[in-house]
């Protein structure tokens, strides 16, 4: 079985390949069905331009009986967040089992029950078991200030 380290690292890349990939194909399908100045074609090319340009690291790894926190930092053109991805083992393998960002408004420092996003635990799960948006502000949007931050 691979170690954490070289399961995280073949995540990245091939996230990476597929987003290049997908820029890749998106470009003759924008040329055949938008014209140059469609801001719909051009902001899907763009965002996936400003994936690409974004650099993940892993920061730590730590594990319990059941499961495995893997700790990154992605820095891209609006700042750097931190990632929380909870691994788990079947078959002999690593797959994510869940991902967290980091709270935009306490910055990863838990204990802020007054939080409006996680409400103290410094995360907040965007993909996986249990991803709960219940708690997020009715007006929350990632990818707007002032919660923006890669």
């Not at 399961?7 to 003759?28: C, H, Q, S, V």
């Not at 700042?79 to 408004?105: F, H």
């Amino acid at each position: 079985m691979q170690t954490v380290e070289q399961f995280m690292l073949e995540y990245l890349n091939e996230m990476d390949a597929m987003l290049r990939k997908n820029l890749d194909d998106f470009i003759p399908f924008r040329e055949k069905f938008y014209t140059d100045d469609c801001i719909l074609g051009s902001r899907r090319a763009d965002k996936l331009k400003e994936l690409i340009a974004e650099v993940e690291k892993v920061l730590r790894i730590s594990s319990s009986e059941k499961t495995t926190e893997v700790i990154t930092v992605k820095t891209g053109k609006g700042g750097s967040t931190k990632v929380r991805y909870n691994l788990v083992t079947a078959n002999k393998n690593w797959l994510i089992q869940s991902m967290d960002l980091e709270c935009p408004l306490c910055v990863g420092v838990e204990g802020n029950t007054s939080c409006s996003i996680c409400r103290g635990d410094g995360w907040y799960r965007i993909l996986g078991k249990r991803a709960d948006h219940s708690k997020l502000p009715d007006d929350f949007n990632p990818l707007e200030p002032p919660y923006r931050r890669f």
